[in-house]
């Protein structure tokens, strides 16, 4: 930043967390931290930074300047253009901290009924003096396992106002991507795909930002994926997609076939023309060895989750007749059958995805 021209750049972030103090330079300019529902909440989320200099610029400049560099090379390229945002702490720089009106904002809401069928670290969720230590055997905390009360319906609409500001922030840098691969005769050469490693919570089940919670607020990702001339265009699919699964693909459609020791499946052909390349997918969350250790199995219909130790605390939606999950039917008896034929087929998917070292070549 200083080389760019900003040498008080210091002046727009908060103090370092972890007790270093790598300079005396006061955070004048940095949103002032508050107490609020989630982690790195800000008092103010209009970030004076220039946004020249703000990581999401800077991630699509280097973005773009890999790409320039392999087509003045004339390599093939590979590139993660990784955007830090959407993501706590909620703040963002003009235009795009004023670009959306809080008023507008319809953030979700806590229903009454789920409540009484909740797990037990759900249920702490709504209890302000919840102890979550339980929880925590290695002592460095689990994302949402806190309480998440107090938060009021204003607070989520500016934070969600200040989201939608950070994904047009990102979306500017990716229009930007796209303008300039096209500039360079590289768009129908190259396969695009956007998506995100989750969602995140803005007051749908009571709850904020993140954690061991697998709703589909936070499992169902953006996913578009484009190569003009090769993909077709428009078309919305409702297969199912898995994060696992674009590592095998790419090397399918680099010609390439996909190592056993590979988990996923390939989606190239799903993704040339209409099918499902699986019908299920695994959702893990394995924070804490023995506390926080959850596995969720997902398919066109159903969604099933068990916990390690705690059948009690299992869940089961239907999401075709419950698609805000706020009957959680796991312990229902009317629902045993099912819940019988989701956890075979979990642990079916579970055997499925068991890697292969190496083929196999003897008899013994």
Known sequence: MEEQGLPEWRAYFQERNDGIRDTDHEATKAPPLAQGPGYGWREDMHWALP?????????????????????????????????????????????WASMYDPADMDPGELTEEEVAHWPLPHRMTRDPQADFDRFDKDGHGNHGYHPHIGVTRRQLQE???????????????????????????????????????????????????KGPFHYEDVIRVPFIVAQPGTLPAGRVSDSIQSLVDLAPTFLAAAGM????????????????????????????????????????????????????????????????????????????PAWADTRQALLRQLIDADLQREWAPTPRVAHA
């Open 257 to 332: 076939t996909p190592p056993l020791s590979m988990q996923g499946v390939s989606q190239w052909a799903a993704w040339r023309a209409a099918g499902s390349a699986r019908d299920h997918a695994l959702v893990e969350m394995h924070h804490n060895r023995g506390t926080v250790h959850l596995r969720t199995l997902v398919t066109d219909r159903y969604k099933y989750t068990v916990y390690r130790g705690h059948p009690e605390w299992d869940e089961g939606y239907d999401l075709q007749t419950d698609p805000g999950e706020s009957r959680n039917l796991a312990q229902d």
């Open 159 to 209: 934070a969600m106002a200040i989201y939608y500001g950070m994904i047009s922030f990102m979306d500017h840098w990716i229009g930007r991507t796209l303008d300039r691969l096209e500039a360079l005769g590289l768009l129908e050469h190259t396969l695009i795909v956007f998506t995100s490693d989750h969602g995140h919570f803005l007051g749908q089940h009571g709850l904020v930002a």
């Open 51 to 95: 946004a020249a200099y703000h990581y999401t610029t800077w991630t699509g400049q280097r973005t773009i300047a890999a790409i320039e560099k392999a087509h003045a090379d004339g390599q093939p390229f590979f590139i993660w253009s990784s955007y830090h945002d959407p993501h706590p702490p909620y703040c963002v720089p003009e235009p």
